[in-house]
């Protein structure tokens, strides 16, 4: 059976090494407790949670899937037990106001904890993971009243939330949707419509779930300017025995994440209550929304890290040939497949972006952090960085995630293909990440039109300039030339690529849909050829410093010399075919598309 172990060495280095944790959480009101000691301890008992209770379920999720009949869903054998104890840890509440009931420590944090959970199982993580993004939005838009009401109940973790968009006509196009809320004498709202793809919309897990829902109202503008949102629980606070009008009208049968009821939720004239300002839901939903592409994010790692796991434990003990300058093991019938050049590629590049993608990761929960509790010109610097990184990190470690789950499935050659070893159920669990809340394509969108050029490049010069400071910083030292020269080159060149796009979408706005996905991901390489070269420092620096743990970081230089010599080269295809223009793409007529 495929095993799941919590890289916290790793962990530890990022968070506490690299990104100076303790100064980081010393330095915002409110987080002086998260001292080392104690996240250390917290992070352990995370580890002994995920390893002990969720790993063993990954497969048994996945085997039994979700069972649905008359309108109730069962979740797999062992996820309610394990659900509960979640809850009884006190999980749910790390990272939340101690005012409604949570512990009151930093986001980043509860973040670390969720990469443990979401790779031990990420089809069980799912159902608390999006209560999360509730709890934000709740905490964000609600009335003092609906706090008291909900938001405890999310913190505790004694109810679940989810997020309540798509329909079966509309996805990321929301202006199209039709569900109603019509008004009532009590000021509550009558909600009728169906959503489609509501991750965790039903399920036996807790005695109540907290759906958050898109709807017109009557008296609505068209498009996006008519949305509004609502808090409709599946039962009402004071009637928990009896239905609220809120019914799962079925499952559906998917290619992964089989342990995750995915639902058809049907609204009839269920009881609902106003988030925020009328017309405004779609603003409001974006903090639900942003939660969530972090959180899919980490899903990327989370594929990423557990394939290398169990891929290089396959790689060490499977025999097969003899490496290509002779016998590597001359006593055994032949040599462990590690020594071939291209699995060591393979195993290298999931490496790369798991550790790498943690990195990533980390340092926009920092960001969150900042923003939650700082104010003034930090909370709005570390906002717009934040926002600038968001689609970049979703997009970008979602895709190369799901080609590190694809790598762990070649390693193991034909075993890959068999159930029994998990390899494959990992490529299928990975697959809808670069799917739901927002496309590649979408995020893609997102940051070159919205974030990049709509702010004049802004946004992308706040993240060039830390570049460019550390590589000035760096120039003089010889050890880091290797990295300091290439990353030079590449945040230039960002900069006037992004002004070569910008010229040509003033002629043809298609430029933008043209080079929005090639731009990202040369986004996405860039930002991680940072991280790296930030890892690299920080190994070097330990080394030279004396320490008893030299091959751990001889390791993290050799990785990040592997990153910039064989996976950030990819990004001069990517300047090619970004700015080769639209034409290829627009030219041949629609209707000469033909089979």
Request: a negative charge; charged letters at 20%; hydrophobic letters at 40%.
């Amino acid at each position: 059976m495929p095993e799941y172990k919590a890289p916290l060495r790793d962990m530890d280095f990022v968070l506490n090494e690299v990104l100076k944790a303790e100064q980081h959480y010393q330095s915002l009101p409110g987080y002086e407790d998260a001292t080392p000691d104690m996240v250390s301890a917290i992070m352990e008992e995370g580890a002994k949670f995920a390893e002990k209770v969720l790993s063993p379920l990954n497969q048994i999720g996945d085997q039994q899937g979700c069972t649905w009949a008359d309108g109730k869903v069962t979740t797999p054998a062992g996820f309610k037990e394990a659900y509960q104890q979640f809850v009884e840890g006190g999980w749910p509440s790390l990272a939340h106001e101690v005012e409604y009931g949570g512990q009151g420590l930093p986001e980043s944090l509860g973040l670390v904890i969720n990469e443990m959970v979401g790779t031990a199982n990420w089809s069980w993580s799912m159902y608390p993971g999006l209560s999360h993004g509730a709890m934000n939005t709740l905490d964000a838009h609600g009335t003092e009243e609906q706090k008291q009401t909900y938001l405890t109940k999310l913190v505790e973790g004694s109810w679940t939330g989810t997020m309540c968009l798509t329909e079966p006509h509309c996805g990321t196009d929301l202006g199209m949707l039709r569900t109603k809320a019509e008004p009532q004498a009590d000021g509550s709202y009558k909600i009728s419509g169906t959503k489609i793809f509501i991750s965790a919309g039903e399920h036996d897990m807790a005695e109540n779930i907290v759906h958050i829902v898109l709807a017109r109202l009557p008296d609505a503008p068209a498009g996006t300017k008519g949305i509004s949102l609502f808090i409709v629980p599946k039962h009402l606070p004071e009637s928990l025995s009896e239905s609220n009008g809120v019914s799962c009208g079925s499952i559906e049968h998917k290619m992964g994440i089989h342990g995750n009821a995915t639902c058809v939720m049907n609204f009839d004239d269920a009881t609902g209550f106003l988030i925020g300002p009328p017309n405004k839901g779609l603003n409001c939903m974006f903090t639900f929304m942003n939660t969530a592409r972090l959180g899919t994010a980490l899903q990327g790692l989370a594929h990423a890290e557990w394939g290398f796991q169990n891929s290089l434990v396959y790689a060490k003990d499977r025999l097969q040939m003899r490496a290509l300058n002779g016998p590597a093991e001359p006593d055994k019938p032949a040599d462990p497949i590690i020594v071939h050049p291209e699995v060591r590629k393979m195993l290298l590049t999931q490496k790369a972006f798991a550790e790498g993608g943690r990195a990533m990761i980390y340092y926009c929960a920092q960001l969150v952090d900042k923003v939650k509790v700082s104010d003034g010109e930090e909370k709005e610097y570390a906002d717009g960085l934040l926002a600038f990184l968001t689609p970049i990190a979703k997009a970008f470690l979602t895709e190369v995630g799901f080609e590190s789950a694809n790598h762990g499935l070649q390693i193991f050659g034909g075993h890959g293909y068999i159930a029994e070893w998990g390899m494959e159920q990992n490529v299928r669990d990975s697959r809808i990440s670069m799917l739901y809340e927002g496309t590649t394509q979408i995020q893609a969108l997102d940051l070159l039109g919205r974030k990049v050029l709509m702010t004049q490049g802004e946004a992308l010069k706040r993240f060039t300039k830390i570049v460019h400071k550390f590589c000035q910083a760096e120039a003089d030292t010889q050890a880091m030339a290797k990295f300091v020269k290439p990353l030079v080159e590449i945040n230039k060149e960002w900069g006037d690529i992004t002004m070569q796009i910008g010229m040509k979408a003033m002629q043809n706005r298609d430029e933008v849909g043209a080079a929005s996905v090639d731009y990202l991901m040369y986004s996405g390489y860039a930002v991680l050829g940072y991280l790296w070269a930030l890892m690299a420092k920080e190994a070097q620096e330990k080394i030279a410093a004396g320490t008893n743990e030299e091959d751990f970081y001889r390791a993290k230089i050799k990785t990040a010399e592997f990153y910039f010599a064989r996976i950030l080269p990819r990004t001069r295809s990517l300047v090619a075919t970004m700015t080769s223009g639209c034409e290829s793409l627009m030219d041949l007529d629609a209707e000469h598309f033909v089979f």
